[in-house]
């Protein structure tokens, strides 16, 4: 099929994006890599009738540190990101996420931001960005506000952008160097898309477990941070007994439906599954 009819633009600063949006409102969608949005056109699932690409925008294609945040801007393709010894040193998770997104095709068109900005309940980059207790810079004609991960998403493909912003940056927070990080998730034959899966990082000093991060994607309608897994570590020796605890508060906290590819009770077992495995078996910075 092919899209409905659309105007382009293609602005080349970031306050010519954001009048363009204010300009055409709700009727206005923000096309960086497209490599999620084209597609809905073309299925006539999404109708745009503005288009507003920010490709030109070379101020957007960044990355750089900024304090205790590793600041990712709207236009880094996903395979630089991925590639970055920056990214690699200061996010390591972040670059380990990367590696599982889509297919080296996609990531050299793909970008973070619009991966986030998504919010498909099967990306890798939402709960990420949850377990790198991620900001979401949101620009607009009225100026910018900073939204934390856990209040972006909403549910599937909902998130709290408002008509007439652009997420034009994402600011992770950097990983102290003894952390360890993995993240999991099983694919059903093949697909490019996951059943699901679970970002991890956590730290240990003097035997015991300093900090826990855990987030969960594919097990509801939004990626979903396991605070109460987290707490289940913390403080622990990380143990069998500590990570049957954490793996039995994550199950808890999922609350997964069934298709075709797993049902519910298979994605929640999954979840504990993940967590065991990437606590026993992940690699480090």
């Known amino acids: 099929m092919k899209p409905a009819p659309f105007s382009f633009v293609a602005p080349e600063t970031l306050d010519e994006v954001v009048e363009a949006l204010a ?15 084209v597609p809905l056109m073309n299925l006539r699932l999404a109708r745009p009738e503005v288009l507003v690409s920010i490709n030109r925008c070379g101020e957007l294609d960044y990355i ?17 990101a991925e590639t970055s010894p920056l990214v690699q040193a200061e996010c390591p998770l972040l670059a380990k996420g990367l590696r599982h997104v889509g297919l080296p095709a996609t990531r050299n068109r793909g970008t973070v931001c619009g991966s986030l900005a998504h919010c498909d309940p099967l990306a890798e980059l939402p709960a990420v960005a949850l377990a790198l207790e991620a900001d979401l810079v949101l620009t607009s004609a009225a100026g910018e506000r900073r939204v934390e991960a856990h209040d972006f998403f909403v549910a599937d493909m909902t998130t709290c952008i408002e008509p007439g912003e652009i997420v034009s940056a994402v600011a992770f927070e950097r990983q102290d160097p003894s952390e360890r990080s993995a993240l999991l998730e099983v694919s059903n034959g ?7 899966g679970v970002a991890l990082r956590w730290a240990s000093a003097g035997g015991t477990c300093t900090l826990a991060r855990i987030a969960a994607f594919g097990v509801g309608s939004v990626a979903q941070r396991l605070v109460d897994a987290e707490d289940a570590l913390v403080g622990t020796d990380l143990g069998p007994t500590a990570i ?16 075709m590819h797993a049902d519910a009770d298979y994605r929640r077992h999954l979840v504990g599954v993940l967590i065991e495995r990437g606590l026993l078996e992940g690699e480090g910075p």
């Open 23 to 37: 300009a055409h409102g709700e009727d206005a969608r923000i096309l960086a890599g497209g490599q999620s949005l």
């Open 190 to 196: 093949g697909s490019v898309f996951p059943v699901g």
């Open 244 to 259: 049957a605890a954490a793996v039995a508060a994550a199950r808890n906290a999922v609350n997964p439906t069934g298709d």
């Open 64 to 80: 750089r540190l900024s304090d205790d945040r590793l600041v990712v801007g709207a236009l880094v393709r996903q395979i630089d």
